[in-house]
């Protein structure tokens, strides 16, 4: 497609850790890719000097020696798109984790070079194009279906128009030529460069909420469907837990889950979980919708920051097959830190923190990735993007730069707190300081009930009203505040416990659909509504604030699935009752 | 370490020195040597030196000197390669020994017989070849085993300050730990990283009362060559990955201290005159402790498991500090020692409240603990996080404006530090622990614990008084 430049050889000039200088490669372009030593080691040119060629190497570079050959590829670092993808684990060059394992045991050796995509695996290709059809780029040509129930659509890729001269339905490899066009044979699989964005027809208004099972999120601070949220958070606050609730509860038609630089052991924990979980939409394996990007912390930094671009560029390729898609990243902290180290190696002037200037620039580079977006080709068909990136400021710190590029960019920000976590409040997203910018009032208004935004308004308000006069009492007691203001103590502890808490290791309580929510809201409401008249009849505070049925509110999140509505309704009553009889 | 691989090492040529710089030393006419390889230093006097090669440029090679680099100097000093990259003995024969932060004996025994090499730095697990950890370890430390489990395959920090008793947690803990369900035991590595001589001679008379037969014992001392310390952690789990992964024991691996780990990195940085990060540590500190902490964990298919243990001095008790917050992000929880239990004479004086084991879920319960494990961690849990609470707030209106119903957490918070953290020298296995934990609660009427199902209760909850 592109010019070919023919392969260079050189030679290993310096090595020093992940950097390593070459010399001799004249032709060499930016971001190319090379092979290092005689291991043949993994690396992309991020640096041209003169003659010498610096290369960021993707795996361990001990025992690397000067002269050593270096071979240029004359490509950038591509991904390999096609069936197969999904259920698969890779690491951050795309190399599937168990081709690995099959090469080189329980320790990744060096050099190994397996297939991206199984190349045996034979897919039933189910022609939608005909022979004589006039095709361009993102027209669909056939599908083949992935797991029990995932049709992946095999589309014209980018660079090729013309007739369809030939198609082969029935069984066929990943390199096996499915259509011709113009009597050149296509593949289902085609290659992408990672560090550049799939094109699209046209770009859409974030409208749809992404929902995410997590009532916290989905009451107060929703996050749309191509939209980007970030979860900073020190250590112990759960930010794993959300992403990993995220991965399996969000309404996404595709899951790609990076793990960047974190620990392998919480890796495994996914990895056995997964393919053991269902898919509420479907009952297929949750791990059917999922592709793993993993590179734990103690694989090679390099390609940790590879990482994250591999796992973008395979949620955009779902995308463009008119798929909702949602990338979670865990942590763009570690992938941020890569991009330091490297960038400290080349001897570059350091910018905040050492991270160098170009942060911002990558991190934007990488968050406008998101998106709601009209696909190219035909039939006509929508997909997006959602980026949920989780963030590891160092010191729990919020002031730090990849805290502070990333709000920017982010259209939410979900602060995780310290506090809360200690206090064993889980999600810790603390309600105060997370925001969203976007507007999915009139979603819910109109696809879940009308009243939605208001019972939104009214939670948020009595919340930050709890918030100040919490600290009024923590420092003139309880009896300094007027009794009307007791109420809404009272009612934003309910909130609190009964609403926004929710446990990710509870069968029953991990994840809440919209309508459930909306029950639980208005039950909370409705005893607002109770109590407020009970104190204009005169009863005494402490009675309506310690009413025993108030407890029950905690059981609202255990509510059988098929017996919400009679649940809520019968709770609402005996609230009301109790309330009476004070 | 200890020995050459091999019988004959391989020794190529002899280099010039051009540049002595900390424990540094430029050397060129390197021609042929490998990034990251061990070569030997000879200043002329005798002494041989083991250095590692930091950075290659052309012919010149930045060589980090274990041993110091005093004595060497530009005509003297020769520089050898060696062709190989720092690896250590591996094997049994190390049971019982002492070595010092290289491996090398420290004990006037004689020369330990490996059963193999191995490369000190390691390669990393495959993710999907780890099996999860969810094996429970007994510890005998009430605090740990009832509320912070650990898990075999775990990697916990002991988060400590200046003063405090973590060197004896430590070293109670490897003396004591059990793996209940399990006939293998448990061997002990034991790194120690820049300890005072006065250290180092209680962890000699800990290890030796144990007739130490199952455990290794790698001293570096204060003043041994800061560099050292560089590959004391990566020997010890050299030597325990091999215990753990191919002899499949249960190895539990301490190393202390980390925060003087981490001044050797900061100190070496420094030497090659790079970008400092916080507060001067280097910016690739968060990945040089993982190739370290990920060495913790099981392999799939094997019956053996690496359990780290760390020591993390929080300089000025400070739990944002670079060493402590990178390693919280890192290990699967944090186990925090608190200054004011230490005063009041807990033993250990671990506060519970911000400590966590990520992994305790994986590792209790029905069949590994007991059912009502979790359910009565909570319990006690949020019980003492209300005693302390109600504790602060005495402090402001007094005792006697307290509600009946907070003097009985006030007076749970206390009876929980005399009797369920303070333990003295006593083991405890985890049934006296839940079932001291059960006690504890007895005060309190049915309905207030609400994290207990309505069957924990009625089988383990001896009603107090009625509310």
Redesign the interface.
């Known amino acids: 497609m592109t010019g070919q430049v023919p392969s260079d050889t050189g030679g290993v ?5 992940p950097v390593v200088t070459a010399a001799g490669l004249p032709r060499t372009r930016l971001f190319d890719v090379v092979r290092i030593g005689t291991d043949r080691i993994l690396g992309e040119v991020i640096r041209i000097d003169d003659d010498l060629v610096v290369v960021q190497a993707f795996e ?8 050593e050959p270096v071979v240029a590829t004359g490509e950038p670092l591509y991904a390999e798109l096609g069936p197969g993808l999904l259920g698969a ?1 890779l690491d951050g060059t795309q190399r599937p ?2 081709s ?2 099959a090469e ?6 060096r050099g190994a070079d397996p297939p991206r995509l199984d190349p045996d695996r034979l897919w039933d290709f189910q022609a939608a194009a005909a022979v004589g059809n006039e095709v361009t780029p993102g027209d669909l040509l056939g599908t083949v279906t992935e797991g029990r129930a995932f049709e992946h659509r095999v589309l014209v890729p980018t660079g090729w128009s013309g007739t369809v001269t030939a198609v082969r339905p029935g069984p066929a490899t990943v390199l096996d030529p499915v259509v011709d066009i113009d009597g050149h044979p296509v593949t289902m699989m085609h290659r992408w460069p990672l560090r550049r964005a799939r094109p699209v027809a046209g770009r859409l208004p974030l409208t749809v909420p992404l929902n995410t099972g997590q009532r916290v999120l989905d009451l107060l601070f929703p996050v749309a469907r191509g939209g980007s949220a970030i979860i900073p958070g ?3 606050t759960g930010k794993t837990v959300m992403e990993q609730a995220l991965a399996k509860f969000s309404s996404a038609d595709v899951v790609v889950y990076v ?1 960047c ?1 974190e ?7 996914v ?2 979980q997964f393919p053991r979980l269902t898919d509420p939409r479907n009952g297929a394996s949750l791990m059917e919708r999922t592709v793993m990007v ?1 590179n ?6 390099a390609a940790r920051e590879a990482s994250i671009y591999t796992g973008i560029t395979v949620a955009e390729y779902f995308r463009d097959q008119g798929y909702d898609v949602a990338m979670l990243a865990d942590s763009t902290s ?1 992938w941020g ?1 890569a991009l ?2 490297v960038s ?1 190696r080349l ?1 570059e002037m ?1 910018a905040e ?2 991270y160098p200037a170009y942060l911002a620039t990558r991190l934007a580079g990488f968050y406008e990735r998101a998106g709601a977006v009209q696909c190219l080709g035909t039939p006509e068909r929508n997909g997006s993007v959602t980026i949920v990136g989780a963030v ?1 400021p ?4 919020f002031s730090e730069p990849i805290t502070q590029h990333s709000l920017r960019l982010a259209g939410c920000f979900w602060a995780l707190d310290t506090t809360l976590s ?3 409040h889980f999600p810790a997203v603390n309600w105060l300081r997370s925001f969203s910018q976007y507007d999915l009032d009139g979603w819910y208004d109109c696809e879940v009930a009308d009243d939605w935004s208001r019972l939104r308004r009214w939670a948020a308000a009595t919340l930050q009203d709890e918030g100040s006069l919490q600290e009024v009492v923590s420092l003139l ?1 309880v009896e300094a505040i007027a009794a009307e203001q007791r109420i809404t103590l009272r009612l934003g502890q309910a909130l609190r416990e009964d609403l926004l808490q929710q446990s990710s ?1 509870d069968p029953a309580d991990a994840t809440c659909p919209p309508d459930r929510l909306l029950a639980m809201l208005r039950v909370l409401h409705a005893a607002d509504g109770a109590m407020s008249s009970a104190l204009s009849r005169g009863v005494a505070v402490p009675d309506i604030v310690g009413a025993s049925v108030l407890t029950e509110l ?1 059981q609202m999140r255990r509510w059988p699935a098929g017996r919400v509505d009679d649940s809520a309704r019968d709770l609402t009553r005996r609230v009301a009752e109790e309330m009476e009889l004070l | 370490m200890t020995t050459q691989e091999g019988t004959t090492p391989f020794i190529v040529g002899h280099r010039t020195v051009t540049r002595i710089a900390g424990p540094l030393i430029v050397a060129t006419g390197m021609d042929g040597v490998g990034y990251g390889e061990l070569v030997e230093v000879d200043t002329g006097d005798g002494v041989v030196r083991e250095g590692q090669v930091l950075e290659l440029d052309e012919s010149l090679a930045v060589v980090q000197v274990f041993g110091g680099t005093v004595g060497v100097g530009r005509r003297t000093t020769s520089v050898r390669t060696r062709g190989r990259a720092a690896s250590t003995g591996v094997g049994k024969d190390y049971f019982g020994r002492v070595l010092d932060g290289m491996g090398r004996p420290r004990d006037h025994g004689p020369e330990p017989v490996p059963e193999d090499y191995r490369h000190v730095n390691g390669l990393p697990l495959n993710p999907i070849a780890r099996a999860h950890p969810d094996q429970f370890l007994e510890t005998g430390v009430s605090a740990i085993d009832g509320l912070l489990t650990l898990v075999r395959g775990q990697k916990l920090p002991i988060f400590t300050g200046a003063g405090l008793p973590a060197n004896a947690l430590a070293a109670r803990i490897a003396a004591q730990t059990r793996a209940p369900d399990d006939a293998t035991e448990v061997v002990v590595v034991f790194a120690a990283m820049g300890v005072t001589r006065r250290e180092a001679a209680f962890f000699r008379t800990e290890f030796s009362a144990d007739a130490a037969s199952s455990s290794v014992l790698l001293l570096n001392l204060a003043d041994d060559p800061t560099i050292e310390r560089l590959l004391t952690p990566r020997v010890a789990l050299t030597m325990a990955e091999y215990l753990a992964f191919e002899l499949e024991l249960h190895v539990l691996v301490v190393m202390t201290d980390m925060t003087a780990y981490c001044e050797a990195l900061r100190e070496i940085s420094a030497a090659r005159e790079e970008m400092p990060g916080r507060r001067g540590y280097p910016g690739y500190m968060y990945t040089d402790l993982a190739s370290l902490y990920e060495r913790a964990g099981r392999v799939r298919g094997g019956s053996g498991s690496l359990t780290q243990l760390m020591i993390v001095s929080m300089p000025d008790d400070d739990i944002t500090h670079p060493i402590p917050d990178l390693t919280g992000y890192i290990t699967e929880g944090q186990i925090v020692l608190s200054r004011d239990l230490d005063r009041t004479g807990v033993a250990p004086p671990i506060d519970v409240l911000p400590s966590l084991s990520r992994l305790m879920n994986a590792g209790i319960g029905a069949g590994k603990t007991r059912a009502d494990h979790r359910g009565l961690a909570d319990q006690l849990y949020s019980c003492y996080a209300r005693g302390r609470e109600v504790r602060r707030l005495m402090s402001i209106v007094g005792e006697s404006g307290l509600p009946q119903e907070d003097q009985r957490y006030l007076a749970f918070a206390s009876a929980f530090e005399a009797t369920y953290l303070d333990q003295g020298d006593t083991r405890r296995t985890i049934a006296e622990t839940l079932e001291l934990g059960w006690r504890l609660l007895d005060p309190f009427p049915a309905p207030e614990l609400t994290r207990l199902t309505a069957d924990d209760l009625a089988e383990h909850h001896r009603a107090g008084p009625s509310a």
């Open positions: 000039v310096k090595v020093s850790g361990d570079t001990t025992g690397l020696r000067v002269d684990i984790l168990e690995l394992g080189s045991g329980h320790y990744i050796a020190g250590f112990g793990g630089g620990r392998g052991n919480e890796l495994t924990e990895l056995e993993a734990t912390s103690n694989m090679p930094v570690r830190e330091r180290e400290s001897e350091p923190d050492g590891s160092a010191g729990g710190d200690r206090q064993r007691g290791f905690g």
